[in-house]
């Protein structure tokens, strides 16, 4: 986002870099809620089901 504005418009939003951060960290903790929760984690590589 910040390279698109900069290059572009040659103005760059100052939270563009924060929002980003929040972003990956939160979509990190969902695909490891949806990894346990679709038991893809596992410790023995099995499926109870």
Excluded: C
């Excluded at 100052?14 to 410790?43: D, Q």
Aim: glycine share 8%.
């Amino acid at each position: 986002m910040q390279v698109f504005t900069r290059k572009l418009f040659n103005f760059v939003f100052f939270w563009s870099e924060e929002v980003t951060l929040l972003l990956l960290g939160w979509l990190a903790f969902m695909g490891i809620a949806l990894g346990f929760r679709e038991n893809i984690l596992h410790p023995h590589g099995t499926n109870h089901e």
